[in-house]
């Protein structure tokens, strides 16, 4: 059992192995392509990456942070229902966000169009929302609940006695916020802007459609407009690389996260409770807090929702609702067996970590755990890369049409980027079932399949719920890969949405939009729940 474990676990590691493999091979055309690259395209993919992930950092710092200090540390009106609706956002994809708000904000929107009849003015009102500043508006919209969550979650059990004993040591209001509770959250926020620089790095929906030149939009651009495999693997080894050094900046600071946070005690006395804002502050407060919300989630959904009515009650055809039904099924059907796929994989991992052992099996586990930081654009190079080797040695095997005509493939990657989502689902569970439960088992005589049957499953039902639903969830929104892998006629919800939106047909693109955001709400809710609780 951890022999098929471990072997599971590497084969679910070979997309990266064959991205990294690609440079093992460098000839003198390899050679040449790196030095076309070099001249030609890779300064504007890293000057662009670059100024993105720039701009997003800064931005999910300041208005995650912002609004998580403004709901754990203060008190004002509307702070109850602000403190859950700031997780909303994460519900909406940053691509279904861009057409949103480019249907919207366009030269030729009815919003523009609106404004220039009422104020008689020629031109255009703002700079065109296609654009690199619009992207790190419209990420900084969608990422900032990273660090958001985690921000609020630090200050919540570590800010507020701290905040006490300077305030009783003459510190005035602005030193104790700047000096004491952000200190204390600088871990939490390094983290929180890493995730959300390596979600911003694995984006192609948004790059691709604002016309961006980064690396994710230029591995697409060379493996299927210029059809090289070389100049793709290349590309996909130096994003893999990136995204490796942000992943080490978030394991270390969550290390550091966990090795200064101290046990809850005072959190809830008298001196702990956030102080109270009125007037002026509290209405800077409530739009710092509310703003966010209105401009991530509250407004797009809005214009989406019209969009969808317009297209049912003005359009000649109405909407498709057929068509929708068939990429609903193939979203849900794909999504439910990478799900079921992903939570089998990590239940059967957790038991066989829980009852330990030595053997490579843990090394095993750690790089599955990797695969959420690679990003899709990656994964589908990393598979096709040795799908292709094989068919050229061994031209008879029928290894490309069981990763490009079926759902195998896509499951397949599905598997490599989520699966340590699940994982880390059912390893928190774990972590509430004392080991004095195995214990006892073993002493009343129960084997290793019963003791998983009759007493971990019915104990880590609610953690395996939860990771199918944010396996899920994920798989339902993921772009990239998908684009790339799904077989001919099962296009899914995020495909479809943005092939409508590529051909200028947005209203057709809103109700697909729609339904992605709809699903992404459960776990979103879930959170907010568990938070409140």
Known sequence: MRLLLTLLCVALALPVLGVLGAW???????LEVLRHQASTVMAGYAAQSLLLVAGVG???ALVGTGAAAAVTLFDFPGRRVLEWALLLPLAMPAYVLAYAWTDALQFSGPVQVGLRKLTGVQGALWPDVRSLWGAVLLFVLCLYPYVYLLARTALGERAAPMLEAA??????LRRRVLEVALPLARPAIAAGIALALMETLADYGVGSYFGLTTFSTGIYKAWLVMDDRIAAAQLAAMLLAVVALLLVVERRAQKRLRFTASRPGGAGSAEARPLQLRGAAAAAAFVLCALPVLLGFVLPVGWLGWLVWQEATVSEF????PRFAEWARNSFELAGLAALAATTLALA???ALRRGGGG????AARVLSLGYAVPGAVIAVGLLLPVAWVQRVWPEAPLGALFTGTAFGLVYAYLVRFSAV?????????ARVPASVDESARLLGGGGWRLWRELHLPLLRRSALAAALLVFVDAMKELPATLVLRPFGRDTLAVV???FARDERLAEAALPSLAIVAVGLLPVLLLSRALRA
Do not use: C, H, I
Not at 24 to 30: P, S, Y
Not at 167 to 172: F, I, M, Q, S
Not at 318 to 321: C, H, K, R, S, V
């Open 24 to 30: 093992t091979t460098l000839d003198a055309a390899a």
């Open 58 to 60: 800064v931005g999910v």
């Open 167 to 172: 305030r009783l040591l003459g510190a005035g």
């Open 318 to 321: 109405g909407l498709p609702l």
């Open 349 to 351: 991992l957790g038991f």
């Open 360 to 363: 490579p099996l843990p090394v």
């Open 422 to 430: 699940a994982l880390q689902s059912v390893e928190s569970g774990y």
């Open 497 to 499: 949405a943005y092939n």
